[in-house]
């Protein structure tokens, strides 16, 4: 299985204007081509994975509204359940996995997901278990995963080694804040052996941003 880390972020990084806000509003410095290029690759993926957090503070709808029927699987890893049943992710039709922990099946927020005709799966005993939920995804004929988390989800997909390739629309401004949320968060590496190392394959400018692309660099670690 493929996993793609697709963000967009500042020039120092970051996700969104400070701790706590929508990473929607830098969506505000892109043109209509722009984010047909966000769609589309939507389109071409077979699940879109956010947290908990960006179901919180963006409410996504996570579809390619430019192309009918070419909608990812909305993936939702989470260890608290703790979303509104409000999330568009449980109030539209599209297909959605709530991924969850045993620890949290019994929590009664799973048969209201249910109810809203979303599935469940149980993937790890006290946290989600990641190589374990792609080893079902991929048994279900899964290929490539859109991870669009933020700083945490990122991190925990860096941390496990789960990451192939990164995709990011870097946008010529500067943002800062120390307790603002960037690429990865988490608690990071404190030496070059452990850190992950990617190659950069792509560099292209554009009108409002610029386009990278990694892929992983397994030669290294």
């Known amino acids: 299985m493929k996993v793609t880390v697709f963000s967009q972020i ?12 929508s990473s929607k509003d830098l969506f505000k410095l892109f043109t209509d081509d722009d984010m047909r290029f966000i769609h589309k690759f939507r389109g071409e993926v077979d699940a879109i994975m956010v947290g908990r957090n960006t179901i919180v503070t963006d409410n996504p709808q996570l579809t390619n ?21 409000s999330a568009k992710v449980l109030s539209t039709p599209e297909q ?17 997901i249910r109810g809203l005709g979303k599935e469940v799966l149980i993937s790890g005993a006290k946290r989600v278990d990641f190589h ?10 899964m290929r490539h995963v859109m991870v669009e988390g933020g700083g945490y989800l990122n991190w925990q997909m860096f941390d496990a080694d789960l990451v192939d390739e990164i995709i990011l629309m870097q946008l010529p401004i500067i943002i800062g804040g120390s307790d603002n949320v960037s690429l990865a968060d988490g608690v990071g590496y404190r030496d070059l052996q452990t850190t992950k190392r990617f190659k950069l394959e792509e560099m292209k400018p554009y009108p409002n941003y610029s386009l990278m692309r990694f892929s992983r660099d397994r030669s290294v670690n």
């Open 132 to 141: 374990q939920l792609f080893a079902k995804l991929a048994a279900r004929g």
């Open 65 to 85: 509204r430019y192309e009918e029927g070419r909608n990812p699987v909305r993936v939702i890893p989470t260890n608290s359940l703790d979303f509104p049943e």
């Open 96 to 112: 959605t996995i709530i991924v969850t922990s045993e620890q949290a099946s019994n929590n009664p927020m799973l048969d209201t």
């Open 10 to 21: 500042s020039i120092d990084g970051k996700l969104t204007l400070g701790s706590g806000n």
